[in-house]
């Protein structure tokens, strides 16, 4: 039925619902952060900056998918997605290690709550304020 292992990943994300795609890309984010840690920690800068730029790229995907209109949170939340980008940008360009330790401290505390509150919907068929 698949003819590449990624035919399944991109067949179960386009079919996913906007909460599912949410907890995929927080689960993928977690990954990036994790192995941009033991980047730093190995002094490995191409791990780093592969991790560190698909983190960067996923964190730029989450804001805008923020939606305003159903959720009064979301301009705030944009912000905060906004300082993290910066962060890791600078992080990963000057292989600041103290910038990177801030923004993933927000970012797990960002992935606690969305799982949160994607517990809470499930199954309710609420929205959680994504596209």
Sequence with gaps: MYSKPN???????LTASPTQRLLMFLDRLEIDMKRAEIGFDEANVQSRNDALIHAQEIILHLRDSLRPDIWDGAIQLASVYGFIYSELVYANIRADRKRFDVAYKLILQIIMAWR?????IQGEGASIGVA
């Design 7 to 13: 035919d399944y990943v991109k067949d179960a994300i």
């Design 116 to 120: 949160g509150a994607a517990n809470q």
